[in-house]
């Protein structure tokens, strides 16, 4: 059974930098793109990024791109997201998630983690 486990976050000052990964189990790494979506308290889960099966594609959200960025490591089973210059309204839980394809709509995905909670604050 495929499981998915975030780490790294916790609280940084607005303009900070925070990297997030996830821990990928259970089954074949190549099979799968992976997302990484947000949700703040009270709002919709939104998209963030997302990286296909080889890596060679990537999509990012408009209020995000230039500063984030979504790698993958085959060798390890790890998806990580490099985050730049936060921002306070970026305040949320962190999702990573699996799919055979790379989608930017949380619906078509349907493996996800827990969450991570990340909390940009002075």
């Known amino acids: 059974q495929v499981q998915l486990t975030e780490s790294g976050g916790g609280v940084v000052p607005p303009g900070g930098s925070m990297r997030l990964s996830c821990a990928y189990s259970?089954?074949?790494?190549?099979?799968?793109?992976f997302g990484w979506f947000r949700q703040a308290p009270g709002k919709e889960r939104e998209f963030v990024a997302t990286?296909?099966?080889?890596?060679?594609?990537?999509e990012y959200s408009n209020s995000v791109k230039d500063r984030f960025t979504i790698s993958r490591d085959n060798a390890k089973s790890m998806v990580y997201l490099q985050m730049r210059n936060l921002k306070p309204e970026e305040t949320a839980i962190y999702y990573c998630?699996?799919?055979?394809?790379?989608?930017?709509?949380?619906?078509?995905?349907?493996?996800w983690g827990q969450g991570t909670q990340v909390t940009v604050f002075s």
């Open positions: 259970g089954g074949i790494f190549r099979n799968y793109a």
């Open positions: 990286i296909s099966r080889s890596g060679g594609y990537t």
């Open positions: 998630a699996a799919n055979s394809v790379s989608e930017n709509h949380a619906f078509e995905y349907k493996i």
